[in-house]
């Protein structure tokens, strides 16, 4: 069983740069892929990032690609969403989700976050 408990979220302007971190309770922490989704108002999660459980592969979604990027640290048990030149099309609620096996957008992970809200808006 893993908790995960998403931080960092909040009121940016356009062009800004936010780190939304994930704080994961529970054993095993280093044997579970790690990424992020989000949901837009109005529209269905979406795959954002992931990375494995080493850390060694990690993916991003296309739309996000060079400005987003995920890390994680196993000593801390945490998985990090660092994101810049931040757009308003970014505005929505950034989910944690933790997976046996692999993140990937199409396949539900094994646990989720409660989300936090990022807004971008001038």
């Known amino acids: 069983q893993v908790q995960l408990v998403e931080s960092g979220g909040g009121l940016v302007q356009p062009g800004g740069s936010l780190r939304l971190s994930c704080a994961a309770s529970?054993?095993?922490?280093?044997?579970?892929?790690l990424g992020w989704f989000r949901q837009a108002p109005g529209k269905a999660r979406e795959f954002v990032a992931a990375?494995?459980?080493?850390?060694?592969?990690?993916n991003v979604e296309d739309s996000v690609k060079g400005r987003f990027s995920i890390s994680r640290d196993n000593a801390k048990n945490t998985v990090y969403l660092q994101m810049s030149d931040l757009k308003s099309e970014d505005t929505a609620v950034y989910y944690c989700?933790?997976?046996?096996?692999?993140?990937?957008?199409?396949?539900?992970?094994?646990?989720w976050g409660q989300g936090t809200q990022v807004t971008v808006s001038s």
């Open positions: 989700a933790a997976d046996n096996w692999k993140i990937a957008a199409g396949r539900n992970p094994d646990y």
């Open positions: 529970g054993r095993d922490f280093g044997k579970y892929a």
């Open positions: 990375i494995s459980w080493q850390g060694e592969s990690t």
